[in-house]
């Protein structure tokens, strides 16, 4: 199994940062890519961020290129987002997910911290 904790979520004021974790543990956690997704009320959940362990390459989606880092430690098993210029839209749960190789897709979540921007 794996474990996936996520802190940092909060309430933000439209422009301000915010600084989420995603610390990862168990048996079978595997570094090859952890990601970042989020879900909006009455939304699918949508794809943030990801970044590989072995390279640091990383990738985002559109909508929050230039305005989100993600980041990590190996030492750690650790990954982050900063978040900064944080929009209204920006709100969702954030959840963290861990991919074990590149056979698979993100088998293991996190429970997931809300985050809230207001105008």
């Known amino acids: 199994q794996v474990q996936l904790v996520e802190s940092g979520g909060g309430l933000v004021q439209a422009g301000g940062s915010l600084r989420l974790s995603c610390a990862a543990s168990?048996?079978?956690?595997?570094?090859?890519?952890m990601g970042w997704f989020r879900q909006a009320p009455g939304k699918e959940r949508e794809f943030v961020a990801t970044?590989?362990?072995?390279?640091?390459?990383?990738d985002y989606a559109d909508s929050v290129k230039g305005r989100f880092t993600i980041s990590k430690d190996n030492a750690k098993n650790t990954i982050y987002l900063q978040m900064n210029n944080l929009k209204p839209e920006d709100t969702a749960v954030y959840y963290c997910?861990?991919?074990?190789?590149?056979?698979?897709?993100?088998?293991?979540w996190g429970q997931g911290t809300q985050v809230t921007v207001s105008s």
């Open positions: 997910a861990s991919r074990g190789s590149q056979f698979t897709g993100y088998r293991y």
């Open positions: 168990g048996r079978a956690f595997s570094r090859y890519a």
């Open positions: 970044i590989f362990w072995d390279t640091g390459s990383s």
